[in-house]
């Protein structure tokens, strides 16, 4: 994957985590029905074939328009028809292995960049476990950094473990160390070695912020009352 690609891909994830807004309008995917959007660019099967794909993913929520998208970067690049049906089919199941993986409440772009992350080879139950860790914000970004991690060469497993652990960290972190981890490589560091050398820093400020509202031994509930404190004794009758 380009880095152009890879740029574009990580700034429509920040779009949509609101981290460039400005950028918002001109990454917006147009308005045009599937039909008109193939018209003229596939022949009369391969269309056929591309929009059977579109309505089932219609049908069960999913985002179809990216399925038009891929079948459209098929034709931009003139690959056979029988090869840009496949490659929809293969994204088509990929945003709902995604969705099943977010749960049913995942915004569109959390399930498109599962989609993208289960087509780098992350499991979906990788992404199951990246809800469980931020069950609250989103995890576009999160998913984004992932995928891109794999793609600089970070093994599968490493990306996961890391980003996993970092699922609590801001947005822009994030971001900042995914950069930082490409520029690691692109110097000619190991790719398993950038990505948890960049991690450790991040995961212990994370760590660090957390421990006051850990329970500290029991002595203390989550609202701060000593639960352990001396009670006075009874009085004698």
């Known amino acids: 994957m380009s880095r152009r690609v890879r740029a574009m891909r990580l700034a429509a994830a920040c779009v949509a985590a609101g981290l460039l807004a ?5 990454l917006a ?3 045009r029905p599937p039909e008109a959007r193939l018209a003229g660019r596939l022949d009369d099967a391969t269309r056929g074939l591309v ?10 929520g999913l985002p179809f328009e990216k399925l ?18 496949v490659a929809v089919r293969d994204l088509r199941l990929a945003l709902g292995q995604a969705r099943e ?7 569109p772009v959390e399930v498109e960049a599962g989609a993208s992350a289960v087509q780098a080879r992350v499991a979906p139950r990788v992404l199951a476990g990246l809800r469980r860790a931020r069950p609250d914000g989103s995890l576009t970004v999160p998913l984004a950094v992932l995928t891109d991690l794999v793609a600089f060469g970070v093994p599968v497993d490493t990306a996961a473990r890391t980003v996993i652990a970092l699922a609590r960290a801001e947005d822009a972190a994030l971001v900042a160390y995914q950069h930082e981890v490409e520029r690691d490589i692109s110097v000619g560091a190991v790719p398993a070695a950038a990505a948890s050398l960049r991690a450790g820093p991040l995961v212990r400020s994370l760590e660090n912020a957390a421990v006051p509202t850990q329970n500290t031994g029991g002595l203390y509930s989550g609202d701060g009352r000593n639960t352990n404190a001396t009670r006075p004794a009874p009085r004698k009758p």
């Not at 400005?22 to 001109?26: I, M, N």
């Open 22 to 26: 400005p950028l918002a309008p001109a």
């Open 29 to 31: 995917q147009g308005a």
């Open 51 to 60: 929009l059977a794909q579109v309505d089932s993913a219609r049908r069960d």
């Open 68 to 85: 038009v998208d891929r079948a459209l970067e098929g034709a931009s690049k003139r690959a056979p028809g029988s090869r840009i049906a």
């Open 101 to 107: 993986a977010l749960g049913r409440d995942a915004s």
